[in-house]
């Protein structure tokens, strides 16, 4: 069970990496591509990948046993997590969409967790927390009003992308079968989201047949969701959906250091100090999950027993 929990682990971590690299993309596609457009490449490609790996028999037999609340939640919110993330890029900056959407996740699980289930997360996980809102607010201090907009969808994604989390973790929860069941979950998820999300971003779609747009359309979809959300799906049969989500505080450190390496974006000194911030809270999550597996105390619950209300 523990190397369990460590893979689960690792696995979310290069998730996180994973998309964390999706900030980038932008600076090598096609211009003028809507934010609609590159969450309904992703989601469709990446959907399609884990359906095919997981197999047509599978996927059926799976989809009668998800409850459809459940499904239709985490397609909902997957697809408003795809808009809002890239429209919050394409408004406020690669920094300040990745550091308010990851920072917001979290927080939302925390309130999610303390109103639904009555339960608090724990010290060490206030602790990061607190690092990583102070972190928030060095960036935030060298802007404006200006890009409230951006504010409001890096927010908003993030919500969304709890909402996916604790929905796709209740799946997991109810499948419980071999680890192809939890990708076909996944799959489900995204391809659904990805029909919601069609008439909006139809109108850009053609801009992907051009060979520049293939490749960011197929870097999107193989690398940055199809395995990208493997892992994610997989790691969470391991470890607690608050965990995976406070583990995505590694993203905003990977999504600016590539500003830095690859853009060659100029990086302030808050920034600097909200990097460290950043990696100290991730690394004090992780070494509590670590702790927490060699004293053998077992992954808080994140939904009640079957049969049980909270």
Known sequence: MHRLSSLGLYLVIVAAMLWASVSITGHFAPPDIGPAAYGEVRMAIGGLVLALLVGPRRMLCVMRKLPRLHLFVATIALALFQWSFFAAIATAGIIVANIVSTATAPLAAAAFSATVHRRLPKAAWWCALGLSATGVALILVNFTLSIAEGLFFSTLSGVAYMAFTYSTARMENIVQGRWQDGLASTALALMFAALVLLPV????????LSLRGALVAGYLGLAATALAYGCYSIGLRSITPTTALALQLLQPIVAMALGFFVLHERVETSVAVSLLLFSASAILLIANQSSARKK???????YPPQGEHP
């Open 201 to 208: 971003a139809w109108p850009d779609m053609e801009v992907f």
């Open 296 to 302: 053998g105390i077992p992954p808080i619950a994140v």
